[in-house]
């Protein structure tokens, strides 16, 4: 059976990007043919995207994986490889993204809004790209970039008009079920409600009316402030409400009186978030039908700052509540409307260069523009290696190193790359010596693995000649 869900999990990765293309034009009646190699694609991101289509985040709870598709590579005649398709994931309106350490990264309060959650690899360029007048046959391309890949926390806020707050028990359900088609689970013990419920009621006369939207939000314990009773999973839906109804019981079934019951929900709100004090808010006094039948309309524990009496059973005081509220609402959205939502902008993050030193003393040079510098397909050509160092140079790596505090000996690693500094050698220099001795290990060791097999067959054709 599925419920509510207002916490998941999900792990997004953006497609990876195709690899450039090595190729060359070869034509009859063409003697040198140039380079002619195309780009690999993109790769397409995930986007999440709120939709009024999404109730909560069920849909993460087993299936929490969201990936794109990869870019295609390129191909010889400038052919350039197709991007990746984009992946779009909806979510409930009010979703809340963080990443690691709780950090917001995205807000989508409104239908529509849309986040990239990773991005896609971008593709690798063909050797047609690097063609210059000193390089006149280029035989190396990019490798395509690997999309992005990362775990996010999804927190669900529900958006509603008007948010009902009491004590479990206090006649939020029968409430909200009076005045809406909305059927929450209804029973005489405390803790009925374990999940928000979200009702539509219409106001006003036909063609004119207006829809308000009124969550019931599981009943606040003394202490939800601090957690108790899963209270901040209850008050974080009561954050977007435009205007909160304080629910005083009346009846004498609540452990306190009625006037604590207003102080006590008022401090938690204001332990909470106190901005929530400052919200319109009306106090209702509900089941006020077991007063009028005991003759008793107001007794002396009925706080003073009550607005509105009510009685769900009877439907006592409910069209004047509702008045209210529509008045309320339609203010405050008059307000939103004047001022407008802040508009929060995500900037990429930079392509330079960064330094870290990781536990074991070698320093790690990052940043997307070094890693592109070294992503070519083949460093022991000349050309490659040229292009690398005059990407290096212009990035200023070495000068980075340096104000990080490297010294001789010590390790650096860059990207598939790493070598030992050295002051009195170019780390260009080094880097590049480094990816030829890797790239030379590569292709003796199956030439080593070839001889030793040649030898050990003309042993055995020696031996059997001595013994003829």
């Known amino acids: 059976m599925s419920g509510f869900v207002d916490e998941a999990q999900v792990h997004v990765r953006g497609g990876d990007g195709g690899a450039g293309s090595v190729s060359f034009r070869r034509e009859a009646h063409v003697s040198h043919g140039g380079p002619d190699g195309g780009d690999g694609g993109r790769g397409g991101g995930v986007w999440l995207v709120a939709s009024n289509n999404q109730a909560s985040l069920l849909g993460f709870r087993d299936h929490p994986h969201r990936r794109a598709t990869n870019g295609k590579h390129g191909a010889g005649k400038r052919r350039n490889g197709a991007t ?15 990443g690691k350490d709780s950090v917001v990264l995205a807000d989508l309060a409104e239908p529509g809004n849309r986040w990239l959650a ?176 005991s003759g008793d309309h107001l007794t002396p524990n009925i706080p003073g700052d009550v607005d509105l009496l009510v009685s769900s059973m009877t439907g006592e005081g409910l069209s004047d509540m509702l008045g209210r509220l529509t008045r309320l609402v339609e203010s405050a959205r008059a307000a939103d409307a004047d001022t407008g939502g802040a508009i929060v902008v995500h900037r990429p993050v930079g392509e330079g260069v960064d330094v870290s030193r990781e536990d074991d003393g070698a320093f790690v040079v990052g940043g997307r523009a070094a890693l592109r510098a070294v992503a070519l397909s083949d460093l022991t050509d000349e050309g490659a290696v040229a292009y690398v160092q005059g990407r290096l140079r212009r990035l200023g790596v070495e000068r980075a190193l340096v104000r990080a505090g490297i010294r001789d000996g010590d390790t650096v690693r ?55």
């Open 414 to 468: 860059l990207g598939p790359l790493e070598f030992t500094y050295h002051r009195d050698e170019s780390i260009l220099d080094t880097a590049s010596d480094a990816a030829r001795k890797s790239s030379a290990r590569a292709r003796r060791e199956p030439e080593r693995r070839g001889r030793r097999g040649r030898g050990q067959s003309g042993a055995a054709t020696s031996d059997s000649e001595r013994g003829r």
């Open 84 to 98: 990746g398709e984009d992946l779009t994931v909806p979510v409930p309106v009010g979703t809340v993204v963080r």
């Open 118 to 293: 990773a991005a896609g690899g971008r593709g690798g360029r063909g050797n047609a790209r690097f063609l210059t007048n000193r390089r006149r046959a280029p035989a190396f391309a990019e490798q395509g970039e690997a999309g992005e890949e990362r775990w996010l926390n999804l927190e669900l806020k529900l958006t509603a008009d008007v948010a009902l707050v009491g004590f479990p028990n206090s006649g939020k359900s029968t409430l909200i079920s009076r005045i809406s088609a909305a059927r929450p689970k209804i029973a005489d013990y405390p803790f009925t409600t374990l999940e928000p419920h979200l009702g539509v009621v219409r106001t006003g006369k036909p063609g004119q009316d207006t829809e308000i939207v009124v969550a019931d939000v599981p009943g606040l314990v003394e202490g939800a402030a601090e957690g108790k009773g899963l209270g901040h999973r209850f008050l974080r839906h009561i954050e977007r409400a435009r205007v909160l109804v304080l629910l005083i019981d009346l009846s004498g079934s609540q452990e306190r009186p009625p006037t604590d019951q207003r102080d006590i929900l008022l401090d938690e709100l204001r332990r909470y978030r106190p901005e929530l004090l400052e919200r319109p808010r009306v106090v209702v006094g509900s089941k006020c039908d077991v007063l009028t039948t």
